[in-house]
Each structure stands twice: as structure tokens, then as C-alpha cells.
């Protein structure tokens, strides 16, 4: 059972090159979702999703796409990185629930740096 | 809209104090409160939520309806509990998964 799975780890880009940080998880979990960590901002949310074929805008959504064309799989990806973008990047999953909050899986994050 | 602040961007306390992370929460309905932390090196993970109302590695935290506040308490910190440390607030309602996080807190705890 290896959880959230994210890739890559480390990435470099240069402004205006596209790429997609993938996800993945194991647990059947119909929630996912991307956040954003900034130092002094905390973790922001930038898209999920509550089942396959479902996703919807976080906080700061601008700049990135997402699909979910299976429970197991998230990726995110941008279509023309600005240095703006220069972040850690998490992905988290959970059992969804509109009468309760669930407890989120976190990926071990992707850094990225925009150039 | 929903919103979690913690005012302590940086906490440092020294090993056997009493420490105390804020956190203030602005939700018009019945929320949920959540402390996420992250070890060095680690995944972000679950400390404690507030329904469960449980200790978790000797913290606890309560929610005051009247204050919106859920603050982290531990009356004596561990070199080991120094980490970044997120409130985190999920509203009724909304797919229930869908957190708001605070914008978290370094806390050193120091020999």
C-alpha cells in the first residue's frame, strides 16, 4: 500500500514550458486534491476533485488544469509556467464526505522552480 | 467564505515549557477543526481533530465557538515536537474533504 504517490520530486522549468506533476494513490479514495505551500501562506488549494470525471476550482486554480479520468490518478498540469509558480506542490486524497470531514493522505510533495 | 489564521509565523520554546499555538477560524456555519504537521522531512499528517476530542503526543486542542479559536496546547514540549504545524478548518456542507489551511507555524522547540 504506498499511500499518495507523487512525481517528480524535483523539477526545474524555464518560463513558459509546460509540464504535468502526476498522482497517484492506492486507496480507493474518491477525493483528491492539489495544494499549493508558500512560506507565510500555508497551504492553498488549487483544484480538486470528488470522483472520476468530476473536478472543480480551489483558491488559486489560475495557471493550472487537472482531469480525473480514473479514482487512482490527479495530474496537474501547467500549460505555461511563470516564476509565480516556483512552489512545493501536494497532493492529498481522502474518502469523501459531504456530512463529515475525512482525514486527508498527503504525497511527499514536488518541488518545483520556474525560471 | 472560510478562513483560518495563526498569528505565529515562527515559535520558539525551550524543552519542558508550556507551549501554545493560535489558531482563529472565521466559518458563518458549524465547522470542523483539524492540526496537520509536518516533521522534517516528513509527509504532512494529522495530529488531531477537534470531534475526536483525543490527546495526541501529549496535545490537545479545544474549540471555542465563542472566541473562533482552536488552539494547539502542550503543557510540556519535546525536542521532537518541533515541526511546522497547520490549522485547518473543513466547512459543513462543502465536500466535506475540502480543507482550509492556516498559514502555519514553525515551532523549535530548543534543549
Given at each position: 500500500n504506498?499511500?499518495?504517490?507523487?512525481t517528480p520530486?524535483?523539477?526545474?522549468?524555464?518560463?513558459?514550458q509546460?509540464?504535468?506533476?502526476?498522482?497517484?494513490?492506492d486507496?480507493?479514495?474518491?477525493y483528491?486534491?492539489?495544494?499549493?505551500?508558500d512560506?507565510?501562506?500555508?497551504?492553498?488549494?488549487?483544484?480538486?476533485?470528488?470522483?472520476a470525471?468530476?473536478?472543480?476550482?480551489?483558491?488559486?486554480?489560475?495557471?493550472y488544469?487537472?482531469?480525473?479520468s480514473?479514482?487512482?490518478?490527479?495530474?496537474l498540469?501547467?500549460?505555461s509556467?511563470a516564476?509565480?509558480q516556483?512552489?512545493?506542490?501536494?497532493?492529498?486524497?481522502?474518502?469523501h464526505?459531504?456530512?463529515?470531514?475525512?482525514?486527508l493522505?498527503f504525497g511527499a510533495?514536488?518541488r518545483?522552480?520556474?525560471? | 467564505?472560510?478562513?483560518?489564521?495563526?498569528?505565529?509565523?515562527?515559535?520558539?520554546?525551550?524543552?519542558?515549557?508550556?507551549?501554545?499555538?493560535?489558531?482563529?477560524?472565521?466559518?458563518s456555519?458549524?465547522?470542523?477543526?483539524?492540526?496537520?504537521?509536518?516533521?522534517?522531512?516528513?509527509?504532512?499528517?494529522l495530529?488531531?481533530?477537534?470531534?475526536?476530542r483525543e490527546s495526541?503526543?501529549?496535545?490537545?486542542a479545544?474549540?471555542?465557538?465563542?472566541?473562533?479559536?482552536?488552539?494547539?496546547?502542550?503543557?510540556?514540549a519535546?525536542e521532537e515536537?518541533?515541526a511546522?504545524?497547520?490549522?485547518?478548518l473543513?466547512g459543513?456542507g462543502?465536500?466535506?474533504?475540502?480543507?482550509?489551511?492556516g498559514e502555519?507555524?514553525q515551532?523549535?522547540?530548543?534543549?
Open positions: 504506498a499511500g499518495v504517490t507523487q520530486k524535483f523539477q526545474v522549468l524555464k518560463t513558459g509546460s509540464m504535468t506533476l502526476q498522482c497517484a494513490q486507496m480507493n479514495h474518491e483528491m486534491s492539489w495544494y499549493r505551500q512560506p507565510g501562506m500555508g497551504l492553498r488549494l488549487i483544484h480538486y476533485s470528488v470522483g470525471g468530476i473536478t472543480d476550482q480551489g483558491e488559486v486554480p489560475n495557471g488544469n487537472v482531469s480525473r480514473t479514482t487512482e490518478d490527479f495530474p498540469r501547467l500549460l509556467a516564476p509565480s516556483t512552489s512545493v506542490y501536494f497532493c492529498a486524497s481522502s474518502s464526505s459531504f456530512s463529515g470531514a475525512n482525514v493522505t510533495g514536488s518545483l522552480t520556474v525560471l | 467564505a472560510q478562513r483560518v489564521t495563526q498569528p505565529e509565523k515562527l515559535l520558539s520554546v525551550f524543552k519542558g515549557a508550556p507551549v501554545e499555538l493560535k489558531c482563529n477560524y472565521s466559518y456555519g458549524s465547522p470542523e477543526l483539524f492540526w496537520y504537521v509536518q516533521y522534517s522531512r516528513q509527509r504532512l499528517q495530529l488531531l481533530r477537534h470531534i475526536s495526541i503526543k501529549g496535545f490537545t479545544d474549540l471555542n465557538k465563542g472566541e473562533t479559536s482552536f488552539h494547539l496546547k502542550k503543557p510540556f519535546q515536537d518541533s511546522m504545524y497547520y490549522c485547518a473543513s459543513r462543502t465536500s466535506g474533504s475540502r480543507l482550509t489551511f502555519g507555524t515551532l523549535t522547540v530548543n534543549p
